[in-house]
C-alpha cells in the first residue's frame, strides 16, 4: 500500500521545538517534490515547506522562515520538518504531500497526501 505518514506532532509551550516525520510506505521518496502543509482552524491550508528533489532547493513560507528546517534521511525513506521558536499561531495540523512534477500550492492534488499530525503551541 503506497501512503505517507506523519508524525511527531504533539503539544509544546512556545519557544519550544518539534521535529516532524514523514514517512513513506510503498514507494521511495527519491525523485519527488516534497512539501509540508499546515492547517489551522478556520484558517485555509497553508503551505510550509517545498524541497525539490535533489534537496538542492527548499522554500519556505514567510511565516515559518528562519524557524523551521527540513531533511531527509534516505535509508529511512523518510523526511523531516524541524520547527524551532515556535509560536502559538503555529498550532495547526501539519501535512505532508509529494509530487513528481512540481511544488504544487494546491495541496488536494498532489500524488501522494499523508493524514496529519497535530501540533498544539501553548503555554
Known amino acids: 500500500q503506497l501512503q505517507l505518514r506523519e508524525s511527531g506532532g504533539g503539544l509544546v509551550q512556545p519557544g519550544g521545538s518539534l521535529r516532524l516525520s514523514c514517512a513513506a510506505s510503498?514507494?521511495?521518496?527519491?525523485?519527488?517534490?516534497i512539501s509540508w502543509f499546515r492547517q489551522a482552524p478556520g484558517k485555509e491550508r497553508e503551505r510550509v515547506s517545498c524541497?525539490?528533489?535533489?534537496?538542492?532547493?527548499?522554500t519556505f513560507a514567510d511565516s515559518v522562515k528562519g524557524r523551521v528546517t527540513v531533511s531527509r534521511d534516505h535509508a529511512k525513506n523518510a523526511f523531516y520538518l524541524q520547527m524551532d521558536s515556535l509560536k502559538p499561531g503555529d498550532t495547526a495540523i501539519y501535512y505532508c504531500?509529494?509530487?513528481?512534477?512540481?511544488?504544487?500550492?494546491?495541496?488536494?492534488?498532489?500524488?501522494?497526501r499523508g493524514q496529519g499530525t497535530q501540533v498544539t503551541v501553548s503555554p
Open positions: 504531500a509529494v509530487d513528481r512534477m512540481a511544488c504544487l500550492g494546491n495541496y488536494g492534488v498532489y500524488d501522494y
Open positions: 524541497t525539490g528533489p535533489s534537496d538542492r532547493t527548499t
Open positions: 510503498g514507494f521511495t521518496l527519491d525523485g519527488y517534490y
